[in-house]
């Protein structure tokens, strides 16, 4: 199982990037698997950004972003998006995809060692 997280690039403040997380591997689909975002800025540890469950009906966002971000999921593209709006410098880090298997439908997991699957990052800037 390997996951792809791309979409991150440099961006002025106030402006929007969309990151993608695909997912590929001999047989496996995003099916019955929860995913999150979580970020990461130098010096500082590996905070969740939005979480969603598989159902796609339970989503999680850190309080500090909800209303800029929105996650999102396409189980039949084996794709999970956030879109990221009104970005601020204080948002430029590392962003990462990961994934698990899920309990229930609309298991939701906030802690980064709940996840077994992870994506490489893909770097965000936001400039001032």
């Known amino acids: 199982v390997q996951l792809q997280a791309s979409g991150g690039g440099l961006v002025q403040a106030g402006g929007s990037l969309r990151l993608s997380c695909a997912a590929s591997?001999?047989?496996?689909?995003?099916?019955?698997?929860?995913v999150g975002w979580f970020r990461q800025a130098p010096g500082k540890e590996r905070d969740l950004v939005a979480a969603?469950?598989?159902?796609?009906?339970?989503?999680y966002y850190a309080d500090s972003l909800r209303g800029r971000f929105t996650i999102s999921r396409d189980n039949a593209k084996n794709t999970v998006s956030l879109q990221m709006n009104n970005l601020k410098p204080e948002d430029t880090a590392v962003y990462y995809c990961?994934?698990?298997?899920?309990?229930?439908?609309?298991?939701?997991?906030?802690?980064?060692?709940?996840?077994?699957?992870w994506g490489q990052g893909t770097q965000v800037t936001v400039s001032s």
């Open positions: 969603i469950s598989w159902s796609g009906r339970n989503i």
């Open positions: 990961a994934a698990r298997t899920s309990y229930t439908v609309d298991s939701l997991y906030r802690k980064d060692y709940e996840y077994n699957y």
């Open positions: 591997g001999r047989t496996f689909t995003f099916t019955n698997f929860a």
